[in-house]
């Protein structure tokens, strides 16, 4: 299958950590990615993981992959009001051709 | 970073007429392009691969006679939804290969009445 799932609704208090958890099926992804998509705009690409690494670390963003159990993290640290949007986590493969399927994207509700 | 633009952010048409949507990729050339279709409050469908020079390619389910896509350039492609009724409202994103990354535009909003 290509399903790619996400919990649909994240709230956190502003300073804390966010962690918005994502898990995909296909085991032939190549990269896996998280976009970020404010209300009424286009998709931001935040970072990406090539699904050969473990982490990466990107100033407040840390992604975490277990290729084993095909589960996808994204933690924002020091969670601000400017944050809160929906992240959209995506899995690609470019075997025969480059696809990206995406999760239903995660509402990240921050409270000041 | 890469930025991929879109025209118009916003149109709203009446029923039966068509409309263009143009994709730019700003600071790069992209062979390959996508249109996605996104509805309320869920994820991005997959509607069509624009390649430079050749025809595009259409998801499942996706009707090529009613969503032209033109790739006359490395820089740009269209979506024209012709005879255009309230059903194709939505939020048409696209989105622009460089390297491994893909770039998403700002998105239309169309509003067919």
């Known amino acids: 299958g290509e399903d790619v799932e996400q919990s649909l609704f994240l709230s956190v208090r502003e300073g804390d950590s966010s962690v918005i958890n994502c898990t995909y099926t296909?085991?032939?992804?190549?990269?896996l990615y998280w976009y970020k998509q404010e209300p009424g705009a286009g998709l931001q690409l935040l970072t990406y993981i090539f699904s050969n690494m473990d982490m990466k670390q990107d100033q407040r963003l840390t992604v975490l992959l277990n290729k084993k159990d095909k589960h996808l993290s994204l933690r924002i640290a020091d969670t601000q009001t400017g944050d809160s949007a929906i992240y959209f986590c995506a899995e690609s493969r470019n075997t025969g051709g480059f696809k990206t399927i995406f999760g239903a994207g995660t509402r990240l509700f921050v409270k000041a | 970073g890469a930025v991929v633009s879109q025209h118009p952010s916003r149109v709203i048409c009446k029923s039966g007429t068509s409309v263009k949507i143009e994709c730019r990729s700003l600071d790069f050339q992209a062979t390959t392009m996508f249109w996605y279709r996104q509805f309320p409050k869920q994820s991005l469908m997959l509607m069509a691969t624009s390649n430079e020079g050749s025809k595009a390619t259409y998801e499942q389910g996706v009707e090529k006679d009613k969503f032209l896509i033109n790739h006359a350039s490395l820089t740009l492609s269209t979506l024209t939804v012709t005879s255009a009724h309230p059903e194709d409202s939505s939020f048409y994103i696209c989105s622009a290969i460089r390297g491994d990354e893909q770039y998403f535009g700002p998105g239309t909003r169309l509003t067919v009445t």
């Open positions: 296909d085991s032939s992804s190549t990269y």
